[in-house]
């Protein structure tokens, strides 16, 4: 199994900025795409940014400009850097890892989700 830690969320005011990171740790043969997904109040959870093994990287069209992914293979780690942001941020940040696992004599590929870090934007 793979465990996923968020730490970096908390209070911040509008056009401010914070840095989520997210370490995967476990019985980990790989990891291939590392993301964060937002949910509001009310409202479904929603992708907000996932990076590739490779670095390819896709945005939110509402976070574009603003959100910048990131991640250290080595350290199996993935980061959200957050800027200019705004109250519609609010939200409890969610990490997700698509991984493949050692599973018997053989390897288990699925996704795995951190327990979730607030976000709240708000003056």
């Known amino acids: 199994q793979v465990q996923l830690v968020e730490s970096g969320g908390g209070l911040v005011q509008p056009g401010g900025s914070l840095r989520l990171s997210c370490a995967a740790s476990?019985?980990?043969?790989?990891?291939?795409?590392m993301g964060w997904y937002r949910q509001a109040p009310g409202k479904e959870r929603e992708l907000v940014a996932v990076?590739?093994?490779?670095?390819?990287?896709n945005y939110a069209d509402s976070v574009k400009g603003r959100f910048t992914i990131s991640r250290d293979n080595a350290k199996n780690t993935v980061y959200l850097q957050m800027n200019s942001l705004k109250p519609e941020d609010t939200a409890v940040y969610y990490c997700?890892?698509?991984?493949?696992?050692?599973?018997?004599?053989?390897?288990?590929?699925?996704?795995?989700w951190g327990q979730g870090t607030q976000v709240t934007v708000s003056s």
């Open positions: 997700n890892a698509d991984a493949q696992t050692y599973y018997g004599s053989g390897r288990l590929r699925d996704g795995y």
């Open positions: 990076i590739t093994s490779s670095g390819t990287t």
């Open positions: 476990g019985s980990i043969f790989s990891i291939n795409a």
